[in-house]
């Protein structure tokens, strides 16, 4: 019997996967066997997680998921996948009163419509195997709750669940799956080049029941569990992964 909670075989698609989730996520499906292509704009850092990869038949693709003839050239190349997980994005702080309209578009266009477009392209292109699954990540904030300065980014992530409860119908006569993955504050370099400052965050991390914030490796456990045929059942859902925050 061949054990559910695998990904051994899958052909799978990260994107974002230089750092962070999208790293983690990337080694772990490779760990347990999969072939997987990864993207990102950082070039250097792309190819420290290509050459971390286990396993042989693996690909890296240097792109831009907010320019289009980036988009169309990764498609090109891709296999037909199993698996597809959208996690490139940015943060960015910024009260409503003082944003730019250029940072509600930068923060949209990344977190939001280059993952929407990469999936329509995925779907017209016919790159999706039956029964493939397709995981976004969301995030708590905006999703589950808000926080000062947060506005615009969780109004990016929410957008995401928002996306994949039509798109789980529209792909169901298929058994392709969609769901997202909605993680807590997680210890990534994503908030390198904010304003958040590390007092501000030790201070948000004493407001977690479990007192620290999530590994990138935790979330991909939950990824690749969704990537898996363990979560056969599972569509138009969203994991919250959050330490306990969100119940405070």
């Given amino acids: ?84 997980v959208c996690n490139a994005g940015i943060i960015k702080t910024v009260l409503a009163q003082f944003a730019e309209k250029a940072d509600i578009e930068r923060i949209f266009n ?63 006569p298929r058994a392709i799956r969609v769901n997202t993955v909605n993680p807590g504050i997680t210890e990534t370099n994503i908030y390198n080049n904010t304003s958040i400052t590390a007092d501000q965050l030790e201070q948000e991390k004493a407001r977690y029941p479990l007192r620290r914030f999530g590994k990138p490796e935790e979330i991909a456990n939950a990824i690749v569990f969704l990537l898996s045929d363990a979560s056969k059942w599972i569509t138009g859902s969203s994991i919250l992964i959050d330490g306990g925050c969100s119940l405070v």
């Fill in 110 to 172: 990344i977190n939001t419509v280059a993952p929407l477009y990469l999936t329509k392209l995925l779907i017209a292109n016919k790159r999706l195997n039956k029964e493939a699954s397709i995981v976004f990540t969301s995030s708590m904030g905006g999703v589950y709750n808000g926080a000062i300065g947060n506005g615009f980014y969780g109004a990016s992530k929410a957008a995401l669940n928002g996306f994949v409860k039509s798109l789980a119908l529209e792909l169901a």
């Fill in 1 to 84: 019997m061949t054990h559910p909670f695998v990904v051994e075989g899958k052909t799978i698609l990260v994107t974002g996967a230089a750092s962070g989730i999208g790293r983690a996520t990337a080694l772990l499906c490779a760990a347990m066997g999969a072939t997987v292509t990864i993207t990102d704009l950082n070039a250097d850092a792309l190819r420290q997680t290509y050459d971390d990869l286990e396993g042989e038949g693996h690909t890296m693709v240097v792109a831009d998921l907010t320019v289009e003839a980036d988009l169309q050239r990764l498609v090109e190349q891709l296999p037909k996948l199993n698996g597809v």
